[in-house]
């Protein structure tokens, strides 16, 4: 029994409330479908998993002073001997880079030397045979690297590997037909094959920004020492005894070789430092957004309360004579939420339009994604709820003006 | 009479907190919301070196070919080879110019009770320190002559000049830089443009300001390796001389050219110059180079963060609705007094008086939501990292200009939402209004 009518009609006369009231609703919608897309996507990007067991894991960064830049072999050897030593400590890897960290290399990877491009891009991880018991990595095929195979290398002369460990997502970009272990791939435009040796589940590139979004699992570890004189150590402590060698582990460094580095930002960090680092700034994205729509929808439910509660009180008087001529509560109460429902209706479909149009507009500006339409539909359907919740208190208000209000004046 | 409007709309608001808390909250989370996002904005987006950007160019030359760019449309590498830095300072087609990169350095304290540590540091040329005009506490930058001879010269920064000499001048001493001995030329006072332009690609824009500037050439001569990007379209070969003998981009360049007939002449020279590696067999496409100043050069290399411009907009959309949120209420309130406009109007009030009385009561809820604005962007701004990275977070601050931008935009915004209603409130006819009643 929808008395839409004369709530037309009766619309027609606050042409300006109603009109302020869609248009509220309408840039409410839109602009919360697209906070909440955002968030959703940010969100997804902070869920990733890197393929390591996280807890119990660190990392601490050095830099040799007054050695030359590519001869530090031996001190990095000495540092790994001494954090070995160290109670508390498991398991010790220097790498050039790990998952996260923010900087890292990256190559082009080919299954056919003489292929024009290159068929993959990988992130490209030199450590030995204790990375993969380091990260805590997954093996899904084949077999760890065996100390016989690691090289000692000049970052600025590495040799092409023989052997190399492949993550899941790589070995399936390079042989989607099957597996992948024992084939041989060609790392950058280099004409010697590396012959895969292991794959495991899960690596991730050291970088979370959108560009490598593309690639983002395809890792490849190659048995590598790099003789560099900038080092990051992974180190996996026994359960429990993190904190213990985040103390530890630096002093050791410097008492085995003072003429070192170690910066005092970010150069020592449990994972989840790490973690928390490299998200950061997705994390707040969506914690600002998230901020933004409660308030917008605090807002914009109040901003309705306001103009209700001003029409009833205007209407008193027309409220009266309909509750003498017969109309119940129940009459009343239902005509203010369909008239609210009617203008909730009109903003939603203006609304959902300028969702999808500001949506096409950052895609051309952000390089966003687009936006799915079940965020609209979630948005329409809290709109129009949240509309009906805010009229009803006035609404309320509205059936319990007494039949006896018509006879009076204002 | 102004006193007069502001007490009845005080006393007005009063009336019916509950509504004007709501609009002056609404205001000012519209507002706070705006200025926050806005400070990060105006932070990232500013111009570094206004006396200079458009006289500094960065030059950029494709030794890659078109095949390598596909994805870039087109565009040439970020950086260039340590081959064409070289040959353009060779040239010295420009007024000053500079190639330089982020150099490895870590400072050895002569006190033994002082562990290694690292500061920002950059090999570049003696032109830099005239051509980014960069100001001096004690002594001076190194000479040309120094370039040429590779002298081990250094200049260091304020705040490493506290640390190791206590604020003295250092003029003269040395200073060990990765094990080797640099003597101290000059002491750089404060300079800390904002954001770093001189080297956007491997800062992205903010970084601490640099602490060590040694002579570039000296930097190649001990084989100091970048702290930056190095990107290579093949692979360089083995060791430093294949390297920096390599097609892999790892400088940034630097050319300063005060009138545009210069800049037109530089891109000549540019284009002439890829045309000759061309000739001489090194590149195997037409010339394709580029020259863009320092406000393009930002432009182009997308400083102000996606995170600054969306949040920027997305509080701008929210402001908006916070306006026609008030709009409303506004509407309601005014018409709310019809009666009493119309016994005003009766006694003589002209329309212009009645516009007056109501538009100082939305400046004074706007006065109100910009206190209340006010003191949400102060929160917005302490929290600010929360969002951005530390580096561009710390720019963001509540100085007074942002105080007054925020009341500005509190009044203004509320005055501009306040004129349909005024209008209406306006057009309320007195007779009728006394008759109903």
């Known amino acids: 029994m929808l008395q839409i009518k004369p709530i037309l009609a009766a619309l027609k006369r606050h042409k300006a409330g109603t009109v302020l009231i869609a248009?509220?609703?309408?840039?409410?919608?839109?602009?919360?479908?697209?906070?909440?897309?955002?968030?959703?996507?940010?969100?997804?990007?902070?869920?990733?998993?890197?393929?390591?067991?996280?807890?119990?894991?660190m990392a601490i960064q050095t830099r040799f002073v007054g050695t030359e830049e590519t001869k530090a072999g031996p001190l990095v050897k000495a540092d790994l001997v001494a954090l070995r030593q160290l109670p508390g400590v498991q398991d010790v890897v220097a790498l050039n880079s790990y998952p996260l960290r923010g900087g890292g290399w990256s190559t082009g990877v080919r299954t056919d030397p003489d292929?024009?491009?290159?068929?993959?891009?990988?992130?490209?991880?030199?450590?030995?045979?204790?990375?993969?018991?380091?990260?805590?990595?997954?093996?899904?095929?084949?077999?760890?690297?065996?100390?016989?195979?690691?090289?000692?290398?000049?970052?600025?002369?590495?040799?092409?590997?023989?052997?190399?460990?492949?993550?899941?997502?790589?070995?399936?970009?390079?042989?989607?037909?099957?597996?992948?272990?024992?084939?041989?791939?060609?790392?950058?435009?280099?004409?010697?094959?590396?012959?895969?040796?292991?794959?495991?589940?899960?690596?991730?590139?050291?970088?979370?920004?959108?560009?490598?979004?593309?690639f983002y699992e395809n890792s490849l570890i190659q048995p590598v020492q790099l003789t560099s004189a900038f080092t990051n150590y992974l180190i996996r402590t026994k359960p429990g005894q993190l904190a213990d060698v985040l103390k530890a582990a630096p002093a050791a460094l410097v008492k085995t070789n003072r003429m070192r580095v170690i910066p005092?930002?970010?150069?020592?960090?449990?994972?989840?430092?790490?973690?928390?680092?490299?998200?950061?700034?997705?994390?707040?994205?969506?914690i600002l957004m998230g901020v933004v729509c409660l308030v917008l929808l605090g807002i914009t439910a109040a901003g309705i309360v306001g103009l209700t509660s001003f029409w009833v009180g205007q209407r008193r008087k027309q409220i009266g004579v309909r509750r003498a001529l017969g109309a119940t509560k129940h009459d009343i109460l239902s005509y203010f939420l369909t008239e609210n429902l009617l203008i909730g209706i009109a903003g939603v479909l203006i609304g959902a339009l300028l969702a999808v149009g500001m949506n096409l507009w950052l895609v051309t500006q952000f390089e966003m994604a687009r936006l799915s339409i079940v965020y609209v539909v979630v948005g329409v359907v809290t709109l129009l709820l949240l509309g009906q919740g805010a009229t009803l208190a006035p609404a309320m208000r509205a059936s319990r003006v007494s039949p006896v209000e018509a006879t009076r004046s204002v | 009479m102004f006193a007069y409007y502001l007490q009845l709309g005080l006393r007005s608001l009063r009336k019916n907190p509950l509504l004007t808390l709501l609009m002056v909250l609404a205001i000012g989370c519209g507002v706070a919301a705006s200025m926050t996002t806005y400070s990060v904005f105006r932070a990232t987006s500013n111009n570094p070196i206004p006396q200079k950007s458009s006289q500094l160019?960065?030059?950029?030359?494709?030794?890659?070919?078109?095949?390598?760019?596909?994805?870039?449309?087109?565009?040439?590498?970020?950086?260039?080879?340590?081959?064409?830095?070289?040959?353009?300072?060779?040239?010295?087609?420009?007024?000053?110019?500079?190639?330089?990169?982020?150099?490895?350095?870590?400072?050895?304290?002569?006190?033994?009770?002082?562990?290694?540590?690292?500061?920002?540091?950059?090999?570049?040329?003696?032109?830099?320190?005239?051509?980014?005009?960069?100001?001096?506490?004690?002594?001076?930058?190194?000479?040309?002559?120094?370039?040429?001879?590779?002298a081990a010269v250094a200049v260091i920064g304020k705040a490493l000049n506290d640390k190791l000499f206590d604020g003295a001048n250092s003029v003269g001493k040395n200073i060990n830089l990765n094990g080797r001995d640099y003597r101290i030329v000059g002491v750089s006072a404060k300079w800390n443009p904002e954001p770093v332009f001189y080297d956007v690609i491997n800062t992205n824009g903010f970084d601490d300001p640099i602490e060590v500037f040694i002579p570039f050439t000296r930097a190649v001569e001990v084989q100091t390796t970048t702290n930056g990007n190095n990107n290579c379209s093949k692979d360089p070969g083995k060791g430093w001389d294949a390297w920096i003998k390599s097609e892999c981009v790892w400088l940034g360049f630097w050319a300063e050219l005060p009138t545009t007939a210069q800049a037109d002449a530089y891109r000549q020279y540019l284009n002439g110059y890829a045309a000759e590696q061309q000739r001489s067999g090194r590149f195997h496409w037409a010339p394709n180079t580029r020259?863009?100043?320092?406000?393009?050069?930002?432009?182009?290399?997308?400083?102000?963060?996606?995170?600054?411009?969306v949040s920027l907009l997305v509080s701008l959309g929210f402001l908006l609705i916070c306006l026609v949120n008030t709009v409303g209420l506004l509407l309601a309130k005014f018409m709310k007094r019809a009666s009493e406009i119309g016994v005003r109007r009766a006694l003589g009030a002209t329309r212009k008086e009645i516009y007056l009385q109501f538009l100082i009561e939305a400046a004074a809820i706007g006065l109100a939501g910009g206190v209340v604005g006010l003191v949400l962007t102060g929160l917005g701004v302490m929290g600010i990292s929360l969002v951005f990275e530390p580096d561009i977070a710390k720019l963001a601050t509540l100085d007074a200009s942002l105080v007054l931008l925020t009341m500005l935009l509190a009044i203004l915004a509320t005055v501009l939402a306040a004129f349909y209603p005024t209008w209406r409130a306006a057009q309320v006819q007195p007779a009728w209004q006394l008759k109903s009643n």
């Open chain 1, 23 to 57: 248009m509220q609703i309408a840039l409410t919608l839109a602009i919360v479908c697209n906070a909440i897309f955002i968030i959703h996507q940010r969100l997804d990007r902070v869920q990733r998993p890197t393929g390591m067991v996280e807890s119990d894991l």
């Open chain 1, 115 to 214: 292929a024009k491009n290159s068929k993959g891009h990988t992130t490209q991880y030199f450590g030995d045979e204790h990375t993969l018991p380091t990260m805590a990595l997954k093996l899904i095929a084949g077999r760890n690297f065996r100390a016989d195979e690691i090289v000692e290398a000049d970052p600025q002369a590495v040799p092409d590997p023989a052997v190399i460990i492949v993550s899941k997502a790589l070995a399936e970009k390079m042989y989607p037909e099957g597996s992948a272990l024992g084939k041989v791939i060609y790392i950058g435009d280099s004409k010697s094959p590396s012959t895969i040796v292991g794959i495991v589940e899960r690596l991730q590139v050291p970088w979370n920004g959108t560009w490598s979004d593309s």
């Open chain 1, 264 to 286: 005092s930002e970010r150069g020592v960090r449990s994972f989840a430092q790490v973690r928390e680092y490299a998200y950061k700034g997705d994390r707040g994205m969506a």
């Open chain 2, 57 to 150: 160019y960065v030059p950029q030359i494709d030794n890659w070919g078109p095949e390598a760019q596909q994805d870039n449309k087109g565009e040439p590498p970020n950086a260039i080879t340590y081959t064409d830095a070289i040959n353009l300072m060779r040239d010295k087609r420009a007024t000053r110019q500079t190639a330089l990169f982020p150099a490895a350095m870590s400072i050895v304290p002569a006190d033994p009770s002082m562990l290694p540590f690292r500061e920002t540091s950059y090999a570049w040329y003696a032109d830099a320190f005239p051509m980014f005009d960069i100001p001096f506490l004690y002594g001076h930058g190194w000479t040309a002559d120094e370039d040429a001879s590779h």
């Open chain 2, 291 to 309: 020259l863009r100043n320092v406000t393009e050069w930002l432009d182009y290399q997308k400083v102000v963060p996606q995170e600054a411009k």
